[in-house]
C-alpha cells in the first residue's frame, strides 16, 4: 500500500479552522490525522522547516531555548511519523504561506523519510467574500489597513512554490463555494480528494471564526480608528475580545464591498485572478449574500454607518446587557460606546 502524506494547505477565509476542528481527531484504517503532542500542527511545519521559523508559534524565548524546540519539533515529527504505519494528514494555515521552494523541500523530505508520497490540498476563496472576510478578522485584532490591496490572498505567490517543489499534478486546487463542494458540502468534499472512504467522516462540521454583521463592524471600525482605545495593559486583549464576542449578536446585515471599492483592486490583479481561476480549473463564482445587505461604496462608509448604529446599539444594550447599557453616555459615538465596554472588561478583568 502506498503510504501517503496529505498536507492541507490551508488558505485562511477559506474553511481551514472548520476542517481542522472537524478533523482532529480523525482516524481510520489506512489514514490519520497527525498527533504529536505538544506541538501542534503548524509547529510541526513551520519550527524546523521555516527559516526563519515566525516568532509567534515559539512556547519558549531565548534563542537557545527556541533552537531547542524547534529540534524538538522536528524529533517529535518524526516519531509520530514512525510510530503510524499509515497515512497522515496535516493542515495549518501556516503551509499556503510558504513562499521559499528550499523550506518546502527541506519539508518534504523529512516526509519523505516516512512515506511513498507528498500531496497537497488547499481551496481558494474568491476576491471579494475573502476580502470581506480577512477585513473582518483583522478588525477583532488591531486597526485595519488603510487600503484593500493589503489584503489581497496572493494566490500565485502563495500556490507557485508547492507546485514547483511537488509537481502541479500532486497540488489539487479546489474552489471555495458551496456549488462547487462536492455534495455541497466542505467535508465531503475534503474527504472525496483527500482520499477518505465517506462512512469514516465526522458527522457534522462546527463552523469557525463567524463573521460579524455590517453594523457590528461598523461600531469595531470606529473603535478601531479613534483615539480613545484605553492604552496598552496587560489584560486589554482579552477585554477587547470580550467586546468583540458580544458583538456578534448585534445587526443583521450582512458586510459587502461594493464595485466602486473593489474594481482598481480586481482590475489591478487581473493576472493573480486568472491564473487562479486557470489553476482550479473554474471561474471565481460571486459569494451568494443571503438576507439583507450593506454594500459600502468606501471604508469611509463604514463611519457614517457606524454613526447610524449608536443609538441603535445603546437600545440593543439596554435589552440584552442592561449591565453595560448603564455605563453609556447619552449621546455618545459608536468608538465610545465600545470603548467603555473594553475599560469595564478590563476593569472587571
Request: hydrophobic residues 45%; positive net charge; aromatic residues 8%.
Amino acid at each position: 500500500m502506498t503510504r501517503t502524506a496529505l498536507l492541507h494547505l490551508g488558505m485562511n477565509k477559506a474553511g481551514s479552522t472548520t476542517l481542522q476542528v472537524a478533523f482532529r481527531a480523525y482516524d481510520a484504517p489506512g489514514i490519520t490525522w497527525l498527533q504529536a503532542p505538544p506541538f501542534s500542527h503548524t509547529q510541526l511545519v513551520c519550527l524546523p522547516f521555516r527559516h526563519p521559523p515566525p516568532a509567534q508559534l515559539h512556547g519558549v524565548s531565548g534563542a537557545e531555548a527556541r533552537a531547542q524546540e524547534c529540534r524538538d519539533a522536528r524529533a517529535a515529527l518524526d516519531r509520530a511519523l514512525g510510530a503510524t504505519g499509515k497515512s497522515v494528514i496535516l493542515s495549518s494555515e501556516f503551509l499556503s504561506d510558504f513562499r521559499d521552494p528550499a523550506d518546502i523541500s527541506a519539508l518534504c523530505a523529512a516526509l519523505f523519510a516516512h512515506v511513498d508520497e507528498v500531496r497537497a490540498l488547499v481551496y481558494l476563496r474568491a476576491p471579494e467574500p475573502y476580502l470581506v472576510s480577512v477585513f473582518q478578522q483583522v478588525l477583532k485584532q488591531r486597526p485595519p489597513p488603510r487600503a484593500l490591496a493589503r489584503l489581497w490572498p496572493d494566490y500565485r505567490a502563495r500556490i507557485a512554490p508547492w507546485d514547483a517543489v511537488l509537481g502541479a499534478e500532486r497540488v489539487t486546487v479546489r474552489p471555495f463555494a458551496r456549488a462547487a463542494f462536492a455534495g455541497g458540502d466542505l467535508l465531503t468534499d475534503f474527504a472525496r480528494h483527500a482520499g477518505l472512504a465517506p462512512d469514516t467522516l465526522p458527522r457534522t462540521a462546527r463552523r469557525a471564526n463567524e463573521s460579524l454583521s455590517a453594523e457590528a463592524v461598523a461600531l469595531l471600525h470606529a473603535y478601531r480608528l479613534s483615539d480613545l482605545r484605553p492604552a496598552a495593559a496587560p489584560g486589554l486583549v482579552r477585554a477587547e475580545n470580550k467586546t468583540v464576542f458580544m458583538l456578534k449578536g448585534f445587526g443583521n446585515l450582512r458586510l459587502r464591498f461594493g464595485q466602486r471599492l473593489l474594481r482598481p483592486l480586481l482590475t489591478r490583479q487581473a493576472e493573480d485572478i486568472a491564473w487562479a481561476e486557470a489553476r482550479q480549473g473554474a471561474a471565481f463564482a460571486p459569494e451568494g449574500a443571503g438576507g439583507q445587505v450593506a454594500r459600502i461604496a468606501s471604508l469611509d462608509a463604514l463611519s457614517e454607518l457606524a454613526d447610524a448604529q449608536a443609538p441603535v446599539f445603546c437600545k440593543w444594550l439596554s435589552e440584552t446587557h442592561p449591565d453595560l447599557a448603564a455605563l453609556q453616555t447619552p449621546g455618545s459615538g459608536p468608538a465610545a460606546q465600545l470603548a467603555a465596554i473594553v475599560r469595564h472588561h478590563l476593569t472587571a478583568g
